[in-house]
């Protein structure tokens, strides 16, 4: 009788918990351990905006929604903070209880908030948004008619910037890039939506660092670069999250920026892959490798990994990078090189007074990135032009003039309809 | 036997009886642009193309879903679960069919679930252009092909 | 219910749209669309104000069943003070538009005024803007959808717009939406243009409700059924469209040709439906590529046509080498038999030019062979035309005056006067084929009775869409009546007259009575609207809605007199086929017309008439 296989997963979000449900799918005798480094069920902290905002409740974000999930799969979860790695021992340390031995082991162990130096981030009421634990603070001293400050207003600190608005805080954004989202969206776009917060009353200070918090007399008093001092009861930091790659230290796990894998999602290490926010894999638009913390990413690699764990060989080609946000009704997305690339042509289409601005993104006759705002139909199609490399033909020279035609141009194509 | 939407473009004349059939089964009302089922018009090309989720293997719609609010019933059909969905559009852009859509009036998303085996618009269509059919017998059609090409890496 | 209970009320002449609640007394009195926007245009204007001035209106109207899941339930119509005829008009037309002006949140958009610059009509879900149109001013419609849709990034949004005719207020221009289907008729385009308001652009996304849907489905199931199984709509419209009839009113010996002087015409089967569809010489493919249905149509009866690339008329120009909307019935007739033109790609190509300049080919057609026959008199010369040889039976002269019409340049502008002023300016009035000054369709009075009767009372001036009694003496429906006399005819004529006004006021398209009768229709609009609507109360909205278009235009100045035919239908017999010998027998059906309707031997309602109306 062949030895039944360990699987071992360092990490309960998406891509550990969806690696644990592709596992069992196709090793259905094998033992799987789940390890969670977070006392909750495994959730997702993609809805914790959500459980802010009081849409849902804490089992609202769980990303199983039934409580016997991982009893009737067989999935052993651990509670338990995993604090080295062995592989030549094939063993995983925990913080408490007995190391567990693996036969292949899958780090999805995600990213945490990047500490920055600046003076007083440890102060009570200096928050991050990561974590449930966060969530709960946060709704404990975020109310309506509160001062709030949020810093950072990248990808996760605008969808935070939503939910802290339906409690009904007075918010103030500060933002060190020149515009909202830098890393999504170019000045249109982040301009477009600079406008709409404030308009919808968000005092937005873009260009603008935080340089120290101190605590005043009720409230902690925030010094900016530009020399002004405003007061708020509760700094949300939303300031970049990074890898974490710190428990690998001394296991001979290649890492750079994140876990460095190969185009199978296997780490240096033999038996050991690794995926989702901690991994770094192929990005399809560059060729290269990169971090891609994204939830769709996270769902990819996920399973890839877990399909190669168990043994059927599965290349991953690269995950496109995209994201879509939702500003208080307006609704913008980015896909792949949406900033474009040498050589490449570019069509814009942006009106301002609607709230709508399109921005593709072309290398020869195929799309290659693409900016909405304010666009929702069929908007997924982006990602199918994009990551099949679809030939566009003279639908190209269409949406060069055209750009919101995107969606006829993908059936177009796929139908092999050329007039129009 | 696996039954599927079957569409023959070539059949279909653009009446949208389809997405009134559609809107009114989802939403009790007549209202196209909420229609889980779309005709695009190619006038230029006298070819309309009824278009529609193709309940794709890979489903990843389903994979992205941070809440798992999307599921695969047993006849493979992706649903969504609105008490579960809490409008984070990830399964938008997720889907490269662009088939699962936001619907800013309930803050949730939609898409096509075959209305529960009787999909009312392969019922409203005047001219077979969507026939709700076994698949195998259909020797299906591009959709699936495009599908398999879609696919991130896993040609597993 | 079947309404969103709202009127987008524009003024161009301040720039300014504000909202309105419909006036739910008057839907109730008159239906929707045709009746109630007329009803809303007689309260409102002076029917003796100048149709082109500012003081004229324009009506974009909706009808209860418009965005519905009624089997064509997508028709919008357009109303307003006749810029051909200085009649009332009210110019039906398919497409998306109607169904999409519901989406957005309207039932009615009335338009007063004229704006100072061109400009064109935003709505979006319920936000109305006038924005400036001059950068597609002097643009073709087609030109002017794409622009718009790019311009507001929507491609989902539907338009109708005027072309460069309707720009230069050729009398009759029309108002073309979803870029061949046309609110055709009476010069609503010339309106619209001297109205400096280029294009009405639309999108919605909202829905529509109906008072009783379980009892909505059922009708209109049931109607579907009806109109599936039926040889015309089922069979006949789909496969041929409208075009059917060319071989059957040629042999019927009813097709007006060359202005009128015959009623057969050589070439018609060269420019029929069976020819539209058989592969052509030169290229191998037929001209139709495919049927197209309006909104909510499982008839489908539109074509979708494509020019031969080689053929003169778009050899060296590619931008006419796509599908558009092909040669329907009506168009096929005025710009074929009518100008005794046989080329079937010309024909098409003249059809894309009215729909891209937006002319009702009807009356250009007519128009142009009223023009054949004095240039052939000798009485237009090559010197008025600027060369062009106007002879009965040439492409080139057609296809000429198209692009030269919309235009109004050079002969184009004489054309663009219609048949009516352009034989008045010439001294020869007898010659121009018109009621009410307008051009008629493609029946030939001689050859079928009632149409003559029809033709003369029209309220909108010469019209086959008012009583089309050809359904009964020609085709048989509902039943069969001898097209050679005219016994009966008076009361058939009004008994049409009043079943399509509510036809025409319930958001329907009136080729669905190819196969359905009041009876089917009643219960579709019964179970959409809040009240009891049976046949009766069809019916009796039909008379009301006839009699106050009838009202509105003896307050304009028509009479009795108006009420004829040109000399040749009444005194020139039938040359050829089975009505030779015949002229039309309007002086006996006329006056048994009026006793029926309760008129005066004037042709004015009487007042027991009006208040059994509650008019």
Request: glycine share 10%; aromatic share 6%.
């Amino acid at each position: 009788m062949a030895k039944v296989r360990h699987h071992v997963i360092i990490g309960a979000g998406p891509a550990g918990v969806l690696a644990a449900d592709t596992l069992r799918g196709c090793d259905p005798d094998a033992r799987i351990t789940l390890v969670s480094g977070e006392s909750e069920p495994p959730y997702s902290r993609m809805a914790i905006p959500y459980l802010l905002a009081n849409h849902i409740g804490e089992d609202g974000t769980y990303l199983r929604q039934d409580a016997d999930h991982y009893a009737r799969q067989r999935i052993d979860v651990v509670h338990a903070r995993a604090t080295r790695i062995d592989p030549k021992k094939k063993s995983v340390r925990l913080k408490k209880g007995k190391p567990l031995k693996y036969d292949r082991l899958l780090i999805a162990a995600g990213a945490s908030p990047i500490l920055h130096p600046v003076p007083g981030l440890d102060l009570p009421g200096v928050r991050t948004c990561w974590t449930m634990e966060d969530a709960r603070e946060i709704a404990d001293r975020a109310h309506k008619g509160d001062e709030v400050v949020l810093m950072g207003a990248g990808f996760i600190g605008s969808i935070i910037l939503e939910a802290l608005i339906e409690r009904g805080v007075k918010l103030t954004v500060v933002e060190m890039a020149d515009r909202m989202i830098s890393h999504m969206m170019d000045e249109t776009a982040g301009g477009m939506l600079q406008r709409w917060c404030e308009d919808h009353g968000i005092k937005v200070l873009t260009g603008t660092r935080i340089t120290e918090i101190t605590r005043g007399k009720s409230r902690l008093d925030i010094a900016l670069s530009s020399g002004k001092i405003i007061s708020a009861k509760l700094v949300v930091v939303a300031a970049g999250v990074a890898p974490n790659i710190g428990f690998l230290k001394g296991s001979g796990i290649k890492t750079d920026r994140g876990v460095k894998v190969n185009g199978f999602l296997r780490t240096s290490a033999k038996d050991v892959y690794a995926a989702g926010d901690v991994a770094q894999a192929k990005d399809m638009s560059t060729g290269e490798f990169s971090v891609l913390a994204i939830q769709p990413v996270a769902a990819d690699h996920g399973r890839i990994a877990a399909l190669n764990m168990a043994g059927k060989r599965t290349p991953h080609d690269g995950s496109l990078n995209m994201n879509v946000l939702d500003t208080m009704g307006l609704i913008s997305s980015s896909f792949g090189k949406w900033d474009g690339v040498d050589g490449g042509d570019g069509a814009r289409m942006s009106d301002e007074a609607g709230h709508r601005y399109l921005r593709l993104e072309f290398k020869d006759d195929r799309l290659i990135g693409v900016q909405a705002v304010g666009i929702t139909d069929h908007i997924g199609i982006a990602r199918g032009l994009i990551q099949t490399g679809q030939r566009l033909g003279r639908w190209k020279e269409k949406l060069m003039k055209s750009p919101e035609r995107l969606a006829e141009a993908y059936i177009a194509t796929a139908h092999g309809i050329s007039h129009a | 036997m696996q039954m599927a939407l079957v569409i023959d473009p070539g059949k279909c004349t653009g009446c949208k009886q389809c997405e009134l059939a559609c809107s009114y089964v989802k939403e009790g009302e007549f209202n196209p642009a909420k229609s889980r089922i779309r005709v695009f018009d190619f006038h230029q090309d006298a070819r309309f193309v009824p278009y529609t989720c193709t309940q794709c293997a890979e489903a990843w719609c389903q994979q992205a879903c941070p809440v798992n609010a999307i599921t695969t019933n047993d006849s493979g059909v992706k649903v969504v679960h609105d008490s579960l969905c809490v409008g984070c559009k990830v399964c938008t852009i997720a889907c490269p069919f662009g088939t699962i859509n936001y619907n800013a009036s309930t803050g949730k998303v939609i898409k096509c679930d075959e209305c529960g085996g009787e999909p009312a618009c392969a019922e409203a269509c005047p001219t077979d252009a969507i026939v709700y059919m076994d698949v195998e017998q259909a020797g299906f059609d591009k959709m699936r092909q495009w599908a398999a090409q879609t696919d991130a890496g896993a040609r597993a | 219910m079947g309404w969103t209970g709202k009127v987008l009320r524009v003024d161009l002449t301040n720039g300014t749209c504000s909202d309105e609640d419909l006036n739910m007394e008057w839907a109730d009195q008159y239906l929707g669309q045709r009746g109630l926007a007329s009803k809303y245009l007689a309260e409102e204007i002076n029917p003796k104000v100048d149709p082109l001035s500012a003081d004229n209106k324009l009506i974009f109207v909706t009808g209860p069943l418009t965005g519905t899941c009624a089997s064509t339930g997508g028709r919008y119509s357009v109303v307003t003070k006749g810029a051909l005829t200085g009649a009332i008009a009210c110019s039906n037309s398919g497409g998306y538009l109607g169904a999409e002006l519901k989406f957005a949140g309207y039932d009615m958009i009335i338009f007063e005024g004229r704006a100072k610059k061109p400009v064109y009509l935003y709505l979006i879900d319920g936000k109305a803007e006038l924005l400036d149109a001059s950068e597609i001013w002097g643009t073709s419609v087609w030109d002017t959808d794409a622009w718009l849709k790019s311009r507001h990034q929507e491609p989902q949004m539907h338009v109708a717009a005027i072309g460069i005719a309707g720009e230069n207020q050729v009398l009759y221009a029309c108002i073309v939406n979803d870029l061949h289907r046309a609110a055709g008729r009476s010069g609503v385009g010339a309106v619209m243009g001297s109205k400096n308001l280029k294009a009405v652009a639309v999108r919605g996304t909202g829905g529509v409700k109906v008072d009783d849907f379980k009892a909505f489905l059922k009708a209109t199931n049931d109607g579907k059924k009806v109109l599936a199984e039926n040889a015309v709509t089922g069979e006949g419209l789909p496969t041929y469209g409208t075009q059917v009839l060319m071989n059957v009113i040629h042999e019927a010996g009813a097709l007006p040709t060359h202005n009128s002087k015959d009623v057969q015409f050589d070439g018609a089967r060269d420019i029929s439906a069976e020819a539209m569809a058989e592969p052509r010489g030169k290229d191998g493919k037929p001209n139709l590529l495919a049927n197209q249905a309006c909104f909510g149509c499982t008839i489908a009866c539109g074509r979708i046509s494509k020019i031969d690339e080689e053929h003169y008329t778009v050899v060296n120009k590619p931008e006419y080498w796509h599908a558009s909307g092909g040669l329907e019935y009506e168009a096929a007739w005025a710009l074929g038999a009518a100008t005794g033109v046989n080329d079937l790609e010309a024909l098409t190509y003249a059809n894309f030019i009215c729909n891209e300049q937006g002319l009702d080919p009807i009356s250009f057609g007519a128009t142009l062979g009223a023009a054949m026959e004095l240039y052939e008199e000798g009485i237009i010369t090559d010197k008025d035309t600027g060369g062009l040889k106007l002879k009965f039976g040439s492409a080139k002269a057609l296809t000429k005056s198209a692009e030269l019409v919309g235009k109004a340049e050079g002969f184009g502008k004489v054309l663009g006067l219609g048949s009516k002023k352009m034989c008045d300016k010439y001294g020869k009035p007898e010659l121009s084929m018109t009621v009410k000054g307008q051009e008629f369709p493609a029946y030939d009075p001689r050859g079928v009775q009632g149409m003559g009767l029809t033709y003369a009372t029209s309220n909108r001036g010469a019209c086959h869409l008012r009583s089309y009694t050809v359904s009964s003496e020609i085709l048989g429906i509902p039943e069969k009546t001898d097209p050679h006399t005219s016994d009966g005819k008076a009361g058939l004529v009004k008994a049409f007259q009043d079943a399509t006004s509510a036809v025409d006021s319930t958001g329907l398209c009136v080729f669905t009575t190819f196969a359905w009768t009041l009876e089917d229709i009643a219960p579709q609009v019964d179970a959409a609207l809040s009240g009891k609507w049976d046949v009766d109360r069809l019916l009796e909205t039909g008379e009301r809605i006839w009699n106050l278009e009838r009202q509105f235009n003896l307050k304009a100045g028509f009479t009795k007199k108006d009420d004829t035919l040109p000399k040749r239908l009444l005194k020139d017999a039938a040359k050829t086929g089975p009505a030779k010998g015949k002229v039309n027998d309007l002086g006996k059906m006329l006056p048994e017309y009026y006793q029926l309707r309760g008129w005066t031997k004037d042709g004015v309602p009487t007042n027991e008439t009006l208040s059994r109306l509650a008019l």
